[in-house]
């Protein structure tokens, strides 16, 4: 049995902020199960008394002095925005234009 | 003067150093090389002639000036391009990044500017170091200079290849489960991971936050401790760097050199050594072995029984972090931007910027990720995946209480033709099945050159307790110190 349906793989795309085409949905939806089968091994190991680890490095709540250091100005911050106004990013419309008004 | 690009870097200092030859010259005659060769090989994505020339006039103006000088300073250095760098392209092997120009330097950078290196260009890597080939650059694949029909390895297949084919001495890599190691060890170069958290993060674009570990690429053991010693030690600007110094990695590398392992204690990785890896590589491996005791290492067989669990669960949590990290690209801040006409929405501006700007295995990755992620399969996959890799930790814990290190095969098979694994994602991932433990675990791993397997390289692998990088440099050094270094044929 497929571990995941071209129906799965087209609403994983759209979460992800992917427009993918349909020729490509045929093909990643083969590879994905393909990988979710393998990837799915991890389930062998019995584990409910063991805790997870999300990083290798036992570090918490790591601080530092608030020191005023020099830092990019706006002209380099923006220097890499496709676009830019008024020293801010400027984005496509957010709202839809019959919710908006 | 003999030919400068083939000469090591500890070599080219001295010479520096010593007023026999100027940074300048040394940096001529690598660009001179990149000239003759990339055409073929295909390691740079970005060469920055102008930029390397003006910082070697400056080593040599210090130098003339009476400073003193640090041990790399004037030496070329290749840099992936995963490592943000002031005005000079820096792209991640990807279109989405095409024609972005860092407004500020990673750490890793600034170190190697003031400590006098000079930095040649970027180096080709798979999209976002994800790959074992580099064939998933956006910007076409790198040549093995062992065989230019072969891969190079990935990620960091540039960097390596720039290695081999002379066109730089030093590099800089990244691993996230291998991206360092694997190409060292199919280019015949070396390559060190160092601890994760031993070297910073600043300025390194994210694939997998809690795995990703940049560190030195070189043709030498010795060359590549410097290297570490460079680049590595805390910094403020990275929450999860170590705030401890950097192990003495230079020293130990010297005395490995002596070629006396007198008191070391290395494991073998007995479920590295079976099935699944070449005969070849398996026979390169074993005579390395015979080598290592003979210099006086106690060699016993060590069994980590959920090494084998390391791959899947690599495969679940490094696209988890990747389908996170990667939400950043989304045309507002940096980038490409796709479809903005004026009409269309700021969601669908994003989806189709990163439709046309991710490669396709990006998109596995992300999507993948998002899978794991979800509520209903959370705990199955990257629930299960974070409980595997305690499970890793546990093993390598328990390995370390009886050996100092452990060794195998850096990887499975020797470098393949291109093309060869491209259809198959899932095979592609297999090239990394050694590598991986050690960045679920977190501690040092680093690949040197132990033989050859008809013509082509093969790696040996050691790997470290976290923090304890320079018994891996020592073992490496020792070995090399008999098996000596490999030189591709000549181009």
Known sequence: MAAISREEVAHLARLSRLAV??????????????????????????????????????????????VVTPCLTPEEALSGAPDAEEQRFRVPRILDEDVAS | MSDLTRMTATEIAGLVAGGETSAVEVTRAHLDRIAAVDDRVHAFLHVDSAGALAAARQVDDRRAAGEQLGPLAGVPVAVKDVLATK???????????????????????????????????????????????????????????????????????GSAAALAAYEAPLAIGSDTGGSIRQPGAVTGTVGAKPTYGGTSRYGLVAFSSSLDTPGPCARTVLDAALLHEVIGGHDPRDSTSIPQPVPDVVAAAKLGATGDLTGVKLGIVSEFTGEGAEPGVLAAFRESVDALTKLGAEIVEVSCPNFKY??????????????????????????????????????????LTREAGFGPEVKRRIMIGTYALSSG???????????????????????????????????????????ARTSDPYQMYLADLFTIP?????????????????????????????????????????????VGTFTPPAL
């Open chain 1, 21 to 66: 085409t349909e020729e490509e949905l045929d093909t990643f939806a083969g590879q994905l199960d393909v990988i979710l089968q393998a990837v799915a091994q991890v389930g062998e190991v019995t584990a409910a008394d063991i805790p997870p680890t999300s990083h290798s490095v036992p570090l918490t709540n790591v601080l530092r002095d608030d």
């Open chain 2, 377 to 419: 399969y959370y705990d199955a996959y990257y629930g299960q995946a974070q409980k595997v890799r305690t499970l890793i930790t546990r093993d390598f814990t328990a390995a370390f209480e009886q050996v100092d290190a452990l060794i195998s095969p850096t990887t499975p098979f020797v470098a393949f033709p291109i093309g």
């Open chain 2, 87 to 157: 005005g000079v392209p820096t792209t991640v092997g990807s279109k989405i990044l095409q024609g972005w120009r860092p407004p500020y330097d990673a750490t890793i950078v600034q170190r190697l500017r003031a400590a006098g290196t000079v930095m040649l260009g970027k180096t080709n890597m798979d999209e976002f170091a994800m790959g074992s080939s580099t064939e998933y650059s956006a910007y076409g694949v790198t040549h093995n200079p062992w065989d230019l029909d072969r891969i190079p390895g990935g990620s960091g297949g």
């Open chain 2, 310 to 351: 390391a791959l899947p669960a690599y495969y679940l949590i490094a696209p988890s972090e990747c389908s996170s990290n990667l939400a950043r690209f989304d045309g507002v801040r940096f980038g490409l931007r796709v479809g903005d006409d004026g009409n269309r929405s700021l969601e669908e501006v994003m989806s």
């Open chain 2, 438 to 482: 050690t960045n679920l675990y977190g501690g040092p791993g680093i690949s040197v050159p132990c033989g050859l397997s008809d013509g082509l390289p093969v790696g040996l692998q050691i790997m470290a307790p976290t923090m304890a990088d320079d018994r891996m440099y020592r073992v490496a050094a020792a070995l090399e110190s008999v």
